[in-house]
């Protein structure tokens, strides 16, 4: 029985890291096909739609392969919506500020202008109205229904735990980039704890527009004179420092009252066995060399 279900959950995760890496590969095709015969008339956003929209029928096709767990839906009040805001904002700065530290080590040692190493640096600069839009909604909200819905739901029976580090794990690597993957990671571990617990789709897609129309709100902000972006810079410093604070202090406050519902695991599953399950098979290996190599281009190129 143990050996049959570490083969069952090597193949359902196998089935969901090849989806992921068909969307990966069909919509960064998209967008390199785009670049080669310089559309560049074309918003980035929608190249990116565009993208998606090529990318879904062999993406759902490879993921409807795995049973989806329908969630209880339950309510969210105002006040633990905002302790999950604050958590994702806090711990979201503390790995970003380690992404641009190795970044910034990278590019003493190599000479790379570490303004491209992150491409948010380039969407941030050219600010549109469909630039905001796709920043703010129309990217939260796919993003969330394809890791927090699509995904996340098809993980439920392998624990709660597991489902909100694996989908977690694959949103941070999904955006190929070191300084996003990590900032994505920790958020997304917040945002996939926010949707075990209630179920709901909407929660989810107002958290991550508040979370991204912050950041957006900043960069609009920036544009003035030396003194004004003084006085933004300044705020904003104090603005992170408050935010981690405060995620550290919550976390300390709740972290042991915490409850993840168990996975449905036969006994004789040592949780190395099961983990091994999860990430070492065909898909998602596959998936994860893919984004390895990304950020290493990002990186080093």
Same mark, same amino acid.
């Given at each position: 029985?143990?050996?049959? %279900?570490?083969?069952?959950?090597? =193949?359902?995760?196998?089935?969901?890291?090849?989806?992921?890496?068909?969307?990966?590969?069909?919509?960064?095709?998209?967008?390199?096909?785009?670049?080669?015969?310089?559309?560049? %008339?074309?918003?980035?956003? !929608?190249?990116?739609? /565009?993208?998606?929209?090529?990318?879904?029928?062999?993406?759902?096709?490879?993921?409807?392969?795995?049973?989806?767990?329908?969630?209880?839906?339950?309510?969210?009040?105002? =006040?633990?919506?905002?302790?999950?805001?604050?958590?994702?904002?806090?711990?979201?700065?503390?790995?970003?500020?380690?992404?641009?530290? $190795?970044?910034?080590?990278?590019?003493?040692?190599?000479?790379?202008?570490?303004?491209?190493?992150?491409?948010?640096?380039?969407?941030?600069?050219?600010?549109?109205?469909?630039? /905001?839009?796709?920043?703010?909604?129309?990217?939260?909200?796919?993003?969330?229904?394809?890791?927090?819905?699509?995904?996340?739901?098809?993980?439920?029976?392998?624990?709660?735990?597991?489902?909100?580090?694996?989908?977690?794990?694959?949103?941070?690597?999904?955006?190929?980039?070191?300084?996003?993957?990590?900032?994505?990671?920790?958020?997304?571990?917040?945002?996939?704890?926010?949707?075990?617990?209630?179920? =709901?789709?909407?929660?989810?897609?107002?958290?991550? $527009?508040?979370?991204?129309?912050?950041?957006?709100?900043?960069?609009?902000?920036?544009?003035?004179?030396?003194?004004?972006?003084?006085?933004?810079?300044?705020?904003?410093?104090?603005?992170?420092?408050?935010? /981690?604070?405060?995620? /550290?202090?919550?976390?300390?406050?709740?972290?042991?009252?915490? =409850?993840?519902?168990?996975?449905?695991?036969?006994?004789?599953?040592?949780?190395?066995?099961?983990?091994?399950?999860?990430? !070492?098979?065909?898909?998602?290996?596959?998936?994860?060399?893919?984004?390895?190599?990304?950020?290493?281009?990002?990186?080093?190129?």
């Amino acid at each position: 029985m143990p050996g049959r %279900y570490r083969r069952y959950v090597r =193949r359902m995760c196998s089935w969901l890291g090849w989806a992921l890496t068909a969307g990966l590969v069909i919509s960064t095709g998209i967008g390199l096909i785009f670049s080669y015969f310089e559309l560049d %008339y074309v918003p980035a956003p !929608v190249v990116t739609l /565009i993208g998606y929209g090529a990318a879904a029928p062999a993406f759902f096709m490879l993921l409807f392969r795995v049973p989806v767990s329908v969630p209880e839906k339950k309510k969210m009040r105002l =006040r633990k919506f905002i302790m999950f805001y604050v958590l994702a904002q806090g711990l979201g700065y503390v790995f970003s500020i380690l992404g641009n530290l $190795i970044n910034l080590a990278v590019a003493a040692g190599t000479g790379r202008d570490v303004f491209h190493m992150n491409p948010v640096n380039s969407m941030l600069l050219d600010l549109d109205w469909i630039m /905001i839009l796709y920043i703010t909604v129309l990217g939260p909200v796919i993003e969330e229904y394809i890791f927090r819905g699509f995904l996340l739901n098809r993980l439920r029976p392998f624990g709660e735990k597991a489902a909100v580090l694996f989908s977690a794990l694959a949103f941070g690597l999904f955006h190929g980039n070191l300084t996003q993957a990590l900032y994505a990671t920790a958020i997304g571990l917040i945002l996939g704890y926010a949707a075990v617990k209630t179920g =709901r789709m909407l929660y989810n897609c107002l958290l991550h $527009i508040v979370i991204n129309s912050g950041s957006t709100l900043l960069a609009l902000n920036l544009n003035g004179s030396l003194i004004w972006q003084l006085i933004i810079s300044t705020a904003t410093l104090f603005a992170m420092g408050a935010f /981690i604070i405060a995620a /550290i202090v919550i976390l300390c406050l709740n972290a042991r009252r915490a =409850r993840l519902a168990p996975g449905e695991w036969p006994a004789g599953v040592s949780y190395r066995d099961f983990a091994s399950a999860m990430y !070492v098979n065909p898909g998602m290996m596959c998936f994860i060399i893919l984004n390895v190599i990304l950020i290493g281009l990002y990186l080093f190129l």
